[in-house]
């Protein structure tokens, strides 16, 4: 089942290899991309889209 990640703080949002990760307050959280539906940006995020 597959979910929906929602991020309400300011940062990056990143690409590396396969994966996504959000960088922000110098803390990284990887996002699981296979178990993700939807990404719900509330913040102000920069994207980044090459890795």
Known sequence: MKK???IFS???LKRK???LY?????????IPVEQTDNI???G????NKHS
């Open 44 to 47: 102000e995020v920069n994207v």
């Open 22 to 30: 959000f960088e922000g307050d110098g803390k990284k959280k990887y």
């Open 10 to 12: 300011n940062g990056e």
């Open 40 to 42: 719900w940006i509330f």
């Open 17 to 19: 290899d396969n994966t």
């Open 4 to 6: 929906d990640i929602y």
